[in-house]
């Protein structure tokens, strides 16, 4: 049983990490800590009364946690993620772990020194839908291309201006096509817009990965509402998953090829039909949105790595292999103005 502390007690906290931990038999949340001490109370009655801080050095030095769920706006992540690795615990922080791909690497350097598990809270990456399309494209034959979007209505100005959609929300895009094409990106051409708004709020950006695999990343915060889609293309097969459309979908087809080549569908009419589809709801075992959008599994992944000491599969590497994608876009966009 490993003996856990949450910072920040706030919407994602309650929502999806507090009923996941509470599920979580080998987790025991011992302390919660929030600036607001009506939240944090709140927290502590969830987990049966435990103590409850608006002072996160009292609650480490006090409640001494094995590891730290650090739960706040982006911000206030670096420095809170360092703190608690520096007094002995292992860390889950929520995505980004810093507004810079500099603190990332910060961040990479403190968790060398100090020997903690850092987990970062990419929690695509977990969901059972996305690992079993993956799994069975891999299976199919190699990957040549990756595309994803993340389409909302709203503000690319994130948490009242200090950062930006891209490194805040577009990230998971980034991270995951980093995941399917199994590297680091090695060139990005972008376009960025800005629409009825004071800062870029629309991106086209096309990729290649050091594998050759290439890709594509769209994003638009001036949309008809919340469209979230991935796909994976190979000779063998391509896969479209559906993360959202207009809610939080979680379903994927894969279509197999199983003809000759053809480059007229009006001279040669339809292949074999050949169509597998995925319930993201019945591979996960539940309709509860924290356990079929990948929540619980990678806070699940987080206690087995504090056990057993390897390195969880969203770590502070392939965070900043994300962040490097997305600065990218953000310079090759500002480059073609």
């Known amino acids: 049983m490993k003996r856990i502390a949450i910072i920040g007690t706030g919407g994602i906290a309650n929502s999806v990490h507090m009923p996941s931990l509470r599920d979580i038999s080998d987790a025991q949340v011992c302390a919660v800590c929030d600036l607001r001490p ?3 109370k709140a927290a502590s009655e969830y987990f049966g009364g435990v103590p ?3 002072n996160y050095y009292t609650m480490l030095e006090e409640s001494q946690p094995e590891g730290v769920f650090v739960l706040v706006q982006p911000d206030q992540t670096f420095r809170i993620s360092v703190d608690c690795m ?4 292992d860390v889950f922080c929520e995505k980004p772990a810093g507004i810079t791909r500099f603190q990332l690497e910060s961040l990479a350097r403190v968790q060398q020194q100090t020997g903690a598990i850092l987990q970062i809270g990419f929690n695509r990456q977990y969901i059972p839908l996305v ?3 993956l799994d069975r494209m891999r299976e199919l034959g190699p990957i040549n291309q990756v595309n994803g979007h993340f389409f909302k209505n709203g503000d690319a100005s994130f948490y009242g201006g200090c950062a930006s959609s891209l490194e805040c929300d577009v990230i998971h895009v ?7 094409a199994g590297c680091d990106v090695a060139k990005v051409q972008a376009l960025a817009s800005r629409i009825d708004s004071p800062v870029d709020n629309i991106w086209n950006a096309s990729l290649v990965f050091e594998n050759g695999v290439q890709g594509s990343i769209r994003s638009n915060y001036k949309t008809g509402g919340r469209t979230h889609a991935f796909e994976i ?4 097969a391509s896969a479209y998953i559906d993360l959202g459309f207009g809610e ?9 090829f199983g003809g000759q080549a053809s480059f007229s569908l009006a001279s040669t009419g339809t292949q074999d039909r050949n ?3 995925f319930d993201g709801q019945k591979l996960a075992g539940s309709d509860e949105y924290y356990r079929y959008y990948g929540y619980y599994a990678e806070d699940e992944a987080f206690i087995c790595s504090m056990e057993t000491r390897e390195e969880p599969v969203s770590n502070i590497h392939t965070a900043i292999r994300a962040m490097k994608l997305i600065d990218g876009i953000r310079t090759s966009s500002s480059l073609a103005e």
């Open 248 to 256: 939080a979908s979680c379903q994927a087809d894969i279509i197999y």
């Open 233 to 236: 293309h190979g000779p063998a």
């Open 174 to 180: 980034a991270d995951l096509l980093c995941s399917f």
């Open 38 to 40: 009506g939240r944090a």
């Open 275 to 277: 169509i597998e589809h």
């Open 131 to 133: 690992k079993t399309v």
């Open 52 to 54: 409850y801080y608006d």
């Open 86 to 89: 520096a007094a002995g615990a």
